[in-house]
Structures are given as structure tokens and as C-alpha cells.
């Protein structure tokens, strides 16, 4: 990819089912983890990433993301007057002044691959970054996606992310073969398959939620048909793209946290906790009690 990643696209429309009754009224994305929602650490990693522009996919009963990124007047000149200047920043710094969002409604739950299509207006002709929120991947160096973003520019191809996965599990994801390696975390991918049995499996390399894809994706996924339920899943036009261009499977640095779940988002919580040092007596406590 000749060009640096400057859009990322969010798919946010999903009901959060696993969160219920909470998701109710609260987006799952918006789901705090210590004092930040999910969304925001996606964000932050987009943002490290180069992208100036963040494209959220959401439907047209979630308002939460988008109020969260507007500009919070009210709130603003109350911490101002009061001179609660730390605060005011923290509101501010949700969104970096040079980044903008757009907001594109998916009008049915048609996938993935359905979600990622909508923001074709909106991406172009450029290359683009996918993120699901749900996967919180934390590294005190540059983050998976500008991991993943060098790789494309240095080699000229798609990139997606994958890590091992427990040989049961492949059921939960889409998961790849590879080929020739290209540096000592990608290898080429030479065929996909979406959420294999394990006997089915060609390999335990799942996807994870981190893609850099070119913008011709977007005219495989228009010939792309629907499986099972009327989607369109993002991992067929992949495989249609394979047949294009390089597309490469990627060992990002960092440590993933699957928050789509509640195990996860507790891990996810604990993790973060024991690293601040006003909150990590505190975990140890509990743990001591129990």
C-alpha cells in the first residue's frame, strides 16, 4: 500500500446481547473499563496509528458513541469556571482537535463485511483500518494497528491480525492459512475459513479484531454473496482478495483482551487496575479476602 492509513472504520451497531439488561441504554462499546469507556482505548490506538479520520458504523438507535466524542458545552464551562482545569482537559482530550468523526448508520444487521461497506463513501480510494472495539489490545509501545499499518506500508499489502487460539475454540473465529513468511511476524495468507470446526481447521491462527485493507475490498464485498442469515461476511471478500494482491497475517505485540464478553471485560478491568498504583492494593485486597 502506497499510501499511509489515515481512515479507520468502526463497526458499532452490534446490540451488545451479552451485556443485557446494561446494554439496554448503554452502547457496549461505552462500557467502562476503570474509568474509560471501550470505545475510547480503540480510539486512542486509531489515533497513534496516524488516522485523522474515524468512521462509525452504528444503527440508528445508538446515540452514546456520538454524544461521547461531541463537544460537551455545558460540562465544559462548569469544570471552567470552577478552574477544574485537569478535569477539563480529560473532558477534551476524547478526540484530538485534528481528528474528525463521521457517523454512517447500518440500516439491518446484514455482518461484518455488510457494516464495512457502509462506510465506502465516506473511506474512497485509500486504504483504511478496521477495529472492533471489542478487542482491547493493550502495549506500552506503538499499538497493534500502527504495528499493523507500517507493515502494509513496508510491504505493500493487506494486513490482518492473528494470534493462536486454543485448537476448540476455532469455531469462534476465522482462521487462517499461511505461507511464506515476509519478516518475523507476518507470513502471506494463502486461505481463510470462517469459524471451522477443529477438525476443519487448517491451522489455530484466528483472526482478531484489527484489519489494514485496500479500498478495492469494497468491490468484493458487492459481489460478495450472504451466508448463513443474510450476512456478508468480511472474511469471503478476503478471499477474494487473495487472488489480487498479498495479503498477510500479522503477530501484533501486545496483549488481547476479548471484552465482548463478560470474562473478558473483567480481566480487561483487573489487568488495567493492578498497573495503577492507587488502584492495585486495592485488587490485592479483594483477592486476599477471597
Not at 446484514?110 to 493493550?138: N, R, S, W
Not at 495468507?189 to 469494497?218: C, Q, W
Amino acid at each position: 500500500m502506497s499510501k499511509r492509513l489515515r481512515k479507520v472504520v468502526f463497526p458499532v451497531a452490534g446490540l451488545g446481547t451479552r451485556f443485557l439488561p446494561a446494554t439496554k441504554v448503554v452502547a457496549k462499546e461505552m462500557l467502562p473499563v476503570l474509568d474509560r469507556p471501550l470505545i475510547q482505548y480503540a480510539v486512542d490506538e486509531a489515533v497513534d496509528a496516524g488516522a485523522d479520520t474515524l468512521i462509525f458504523v452504528t444503527n440508528r438507535y445508538k446515540h452514546a458513541i456520538a454524544d461521547y466524542f461531541d463537544k460537551a458545552y455545558e460540562l465544559e464551562a462548569k469544570l471552567e469556571e470552577k478552574g477544574k482545569d485537569a478535569l477539563l482537559a480529560l473532558v477534551r482530550s476524547t478526540l484530538p482537535s485534528h481528528v474528525r468523526a463521521i457517523f454512517v448508520t447500518q440500516p439491518e444487521a446484514l455482518g461484518l463485511g455488510h457494516a464495512v461497506l457502509c462506510a465506502k463513501p465516506v473511506v474512497g480510494d485509500e486504504p483504511f483500518g478496521v477495529m472492533l472495539p471489542d478487542d482491547l489490545i493493550l502495549h506500552d509501545g506503538v499499538g497493534a494497528l500502527g504495528q499493523m499499518a507500517e507493515a502494509a506500508l513496508t510491504h505493500d499489502a493487506g494486513v490482518i491480525a492473528v494470534e493462536e487460539v486454543p485448537n476448540d475454540q476455532t469455531h469462534k473465529y476465522g482462521i487462517v492459512a499461511t505461507g511464506d513468511e515476509v519478516d518475523e511476524r507476518a507470513a502471506k495468507i494463502r486461505h481463510m475459513v470462517e469459524k471451522p470446526n477443529p477438525e476443519d481447521a487448517p491451522s489455530n491462527l484466528g483472526v482478531v479484531g484489527r484489519y489494514v485493507l485496500p479500498s478495492r475490498i469494497f468491490d468484493l464485498l458487492e459481489q460478495t454473496r450472504p451466508g448463513s442469515g443474510g450476512e456478508i461476511q468480511l472474511t469471503d471478500a478476503i478471499e477474494g482478495l487473495l487472488h489480487q494482491q498479498s495479503v498477510l497475517a500479522y503477530r501484533f505485540q501486545g496483549q488481547r483482551f476479548d471484552c465482548g464478553n463478560k470474562r473478558g471485560l473483567v480481566r480487561a478491568t483487573l489487568h488495567l487496575a493492578l498497573r495503577d498504583p492507587e488502584l492495585a492494593s486495592a485488587v490485592h485486597e479483594v483477592l486476599a479476602d477471597h
